[in-house]
């Protein structure tokens, strides 16, 4: 998908009209049909917004990765010192022996969670 059809899929996900998307970004209604039918693009700054309303990264709102964490789940605090992005961006380090054996005891610590439910 590109910019223009996640913005739209976003909008009525979220249950925004275009009017009110527009308002939010201080924009006119013009503005939101002409990024939804792709004839322009927004700037930065407005991107920025977009991405802050419907919680997503820009990578994800302008396409370029199918991949929707949202911006807040990579804050969240895993123990004193850490986030689940600073945990993400560990395990992007780490060589391919070491992530199968992470994958391996993240099945077994999801499959004993599951018992314990």
């Known amino acids: 998908m590109n910019f223009s059809e996640i913005l739209k899929m976003l909008r ?3 249950g925004y009209t275009q009017q009110r998307l527009a308002d939010a970004l201080h924009v006119t209604k013009n503005s939101i049909s002409h990024y939804e039918r792709n004839i322009s693009m927004p700037d930065l700054d407005i991107l920025c917004a977009i991405a802050d309303i419907f919680d997503v990264s820009l990578d994800y709102l302008v396409g370029r990765s199918d991949f ?3 911006n807040h789940s990579l804050k969240k605090k895993i123990g004193k010192n850490s986030s689940v992005g600073k945990l993400l961006e560990s395990i992007i380090r780490l ?5 199968a054996d992470l994958v391996k005891m993240l099945y077994y610590i999801e499959a004993d969670n599951n ?3």
């Open 68 to 70: 929707n964490l949202p």
């Open 12 to 14: 009525e996900k979220h």
């Open 115 to 117: 018992n314990t439910k």
């Open 95 to 99: 060589d391919n022996n070491h992530c």
